[in-house]
Antibody, heavy 122, light 107 residues
Framework: EVQLVESGGGLVQPGGSLRLSCAAS????????MDWVRQAPGEGLEWVGR??????????EYATSVKGRFTISRDDSKNSLYLQMDSLKSEDTAVYYC?????????????WGQGTLVTVSP | DIQMTQSPSVMSASVGDRVTITCRAS??????LGWFQQRPGKVPKRLIY???TVQSGVPSRFSGSGYGTEFTLTISSLQPEDLATYYC?????????FGGGTRVEIK
C-alpha cells in the first residue's frame, strides 16, 4: 500500500523559512516523480512543484508563484521528498500535500499524503 | 501558464440526476487531463486520467471525455456520496495547473 507521510508544518513568521519532509513507503520511490500540491484554507488546489526521477539524478519544476523561493529535493536512499520554503508570505498559508506521479503514461498524481499545515503569520 | 477554467463553480442536483462539469484549457493540452474528487475534510482522490480513463475502483457512473481544450466529467446518476468538490488538472506542460473547482451539492 502506498503511504506518504508529511511532516514539518507549523507556524512561521513572514519572511521566514520552513522545511517540509515526506516519507514514502509501499512502492519503489526511485521509480517515481513526486509533486507537492497545496491548498489554502477554504480554497482550491494549487500545484507547487515536481522532482523528477532517473538513474542520472533528478530535475525540478515549480509553479510561477513559488519559483525562486521554494526548493524541492529528494533522497532516494531515504525514500524521502523535501520542500524548502524561504521568504514565506501570508499567501503561502496552506495544507501542503506530498503526492506521487505514476510511472509510464498513466496520467498525473495517483496518490496523496494526508497533508501538513503551514501557517505564515506574525 | 496554461489556464484551466471550470464551470460551473457550484451546482446543486438531486440524487439520480445526470451531472456534467466542464473544464476548458487556454491552449491545446491533448488528452493530458485528470479529474479529482475531494470530499469535505478529505484528501483528493483521482477519478479519471488521460481525459477518459477511469481509475480502478471508481464507480462506473463516473466518466470523462474531451480532447484538446474542452473536457467534461459526467456523473450519470448522482449519489449522496458524490457530495464533493471536483477539480481538473492539466499535465501537458509545466507548470501543471488545476481548475478552480466545482462544488457539487445534493438538493
Amino acid at each position: 500500500e502506498v503511504q506518504l507521510v508529511e511532516s514539518g508544518g507549523g507556524l512561521v513568521q513572514p519572511g521566514g523559512s520552513l522545511r517540509l519532509s515526506c516519507a514514502a513507503s509501499g512502492f519503489t520511490f526511485s521509480d517515481h516523480a513526486m509533486d507537492w500540491v497545496r491548498q489554502a484554507p477554504g480554497e482550491g488546489l494549487e500545484w507547487v512543484g515536481r522532482a523528477t526521477h532517473g538513474i542520472h539524478g533528478y530535475t525540478t519544476e515549480y509553479a510561477t508563484s513559488v519559483k525562486g523561493r521554494f526548493t524541492i529535493s529528494r533522497d532516494d536512499s531515504k525514500n524521502s521528498l523535501y520542500l524548502q520554503m524561504d521568504s514565506l508570505k501570508s499567501e503561502d498559508t496552506a495544507v501542503y500535500y506530498c503526492t506521487r506521479v505514476p510511472s509510464g503514461p498513466r496520467g498525473p498524481i495517483d496518490s496523496w499524503g494526508q497533508g501538513t499545515l503551514v501557517t505564515v503569520s506574525p | 501558464d496554461i489556464q484551466m477554467t471550470q464551470s460551473p463553480s457550484v451546482m446543486s442536483a438531486s440524487v439520480g440526476d445526470r451531472v456534467t462539469i466542464t473544464c476548458r484549457a487556454s491552449q491545446d493540452i491533448n488528452n493530458y487531463l485528470g479529474w479529482f474528487q475531494q470530499r469535505p475534510g478529505k484528501v483528493p482522490k483521482r477519478l479519471i486520467y488521460a481525459a477518459s480513463t477511469v481509475q480502478s475502483g471508481v464507480p462506473s457512473r463516473f466518466s470523462g471525455s474531451g480532447y484538446g481544450t474542452e473536457f467534461t466529467l459526467t456523473i450519470s446518476s448522482l449519489q449522496p456520496e458524490d457530495l464533493a468538490t471536483y477539480y481538473c488538472l492539466q499535465h501537458n506542460s509545466f507548470p501543471l495547473t488545476f481548475g478552480g473547482g466545482t462544488r457539487v451539492e445534493i438538493k
